[in-house]
């Protein structure tokens, strides 16, 4: 079973694509390639799910059977692949039904559910469940919820693999609530964060002022 990363960017959070490429190099578990789409934007418009196509065709085009969805502004442990893989014999789409976000500005935290689907940045998927999904490219938002919309009909699996959502750097367009997410737990300490990310995320986070 081949399986690839994919991290659709519009180099605009150069800082944190830099952490994501290193959280990656981490994983205990070896990846056939990492597919970092960061080429300039043609607009001001939300061009996510464009990225994400061309990603899941060039894996497509060689023949990897996984695309595990990797954000740059995201944290994912050292054995988040590891997790994720465990299931994929059995399955056709893996992915959280629960969100762990972060503003590391704020240092607030919170934990949203969302029965039977997945975030996108805590989503992997098989890469022929896909060949029939229909990718609407008119800068439409939330490409997690039509992706799952689609995984109804497949094999779906739910597990936690510790990722944490991560608000408030500042860098780059987001969609939905995006780096204004207000968040209802307080972390000032960071107690919270050090007890979901590794040393060199936290060394990282901690750069981000209180404000």
């Not at 043609?42 to 990797?70: C, H, P, Q």
């Not at 300490?189 to 590794?198: A, F, G, H, T």
Request: net charge neutral.
């Amino acid at each position: 079973m081949s399986h690839i990363l994919l991290t659709p960017d519009r180099g605009d959070r150069d800082i944190m694509l830099g952490h994501c490429v290193d959280q990656c190099v981490r994983f205990v578990t070896s990846y056939e390639s990492h597919y970092i789409i960061n080429y300039p934007p043609k607009n001001k418009s939300f061009d996510l799910t464009e990225r994400v196509k061309i990603g899941y065709e060039r894996a497509k085009s060689v023949g990897i059977d996984w695309v595990v969805m990797i954000e740059s502004d995201d944290y994912y442990p050292s054995d988040y692949l590891h997790k994720v893989l465990q299931k994929s014999d059995t399955s056709d789409f893996i992915g959280c039904e629960f969100t762990y976000y972060y503003n590391i500005k704020e240092r607030t935290w919170e934990r949203i559910n969302h029965p039977n689907r997945s975030s996108l940045f805590t989503t992997a998927f098989r890469v022929s469940a896909m060949a029939e999904f229909k990718w609407h490219l008119a800068n439409k938002l939330f490409l997690d919820i039509d992706i799952w919309k689609h995984a109804q009909k497949y094999r779906r699996t739910f597990i936690d693999a510790g990722a944490v959502g991560i608000k408030g750097h500042g860098f780059g367009l987001t969609g939905g609530k995006g780096h204004v997410m207000k968040l209802n737990n307080e972390d000032y300490d960071l107690s919270w964060l050090s007890s979901k990310v590794d040393k060199e995320s936290l060394e990282f986070y901690n750069k981000f002022k209180l404000i």
